[in-house]
């Protein structure tokens, strides 16, 4: 944990190894670890989670050259779970400050979904070597059938060169603990 000194940015960024392996346990087997590194902090009212990723080969489909839809769908994927579980454990969202640990790794997969999802590709990313940067920009409450936490969030990635993508999305996490 490295304390910042700079203003608006949370006291503390985290680059948990730890986390970040036991928050990478469901893409192991399926040798689809692109997430390397990652730091998480809260700026003011945004939770800002980044992230150096990469893979040699993709999971589905021969060499494109380029970093593509699915890919982006994974890495953000690694990147929100990565953040949440930051998040719980250093009670960064006041709406997820009752969640425990074992709160969270029971709901991880199950309970964590992407309702709304808008991407633009800019320019080729090189999927060697890019980074990405998830910004949570709001959170609601929503008393449904069943209630659920709503998370709006933007994500980019790129590369050392040109390359870009960017995308906004809704998270949704049901299944909420009853302490929430």
């Known amino acids: 944990m490295t304390q910042t000194s700079q203003p608006g940015l949370a006291e503390y960024l985290h680059d948990d190894s730890v986390l970040l392996n036991r928050t990478m346990t469901p893409y192991v087997g399926k040798d689809t670890v692109y ?22 080969r993709s999971c589905y489909i021969e060499e494109t050259g380029h970093f593509n839809a699915v890919e982006f769908i994974i890495s953000y994927n690694q990147l929100i779970y990565y953040t949440l579980a930051a998040s719980v454990r250093d009670h960064l969202i006041p709406e997820l400050s009752s969640w425990t640990m074992d709160d969270y790794w029971q709901r991880q997969l199950p309970s964590v979904l992407i ?18 940067v998830l910004t949570i920009t709001d959170i609601e409450f929503r008393q449904r059938s069943r209630p659920l936490l709503a998370l709006q969030t933007t994500i980019e990635f790129s ?5 870009s ?3 906004e999305l809704e998270i949704v996490l049901v299944d909420l603990p009853t302490n929430s």
Request: hydrophobic letters at 30%.
């Open 35 to 56: 997430l390397k590194h990652a730091t998480v902090a809260r700026r003011e009212n945004l939770i800002v989670g980044t992230g150096e990723l990469g893979f040699d």
């Open 115 to 132: 309702s709304k999802m808008s991407t633009r590709f800019r320019q080729p990313i090189n999927s060697r070597s890019y980074r990405g």
């Open 159 to 163: 590369d050392d060169g040109v390359g």
């Open 165 to 167: 993508a960017v995308g």
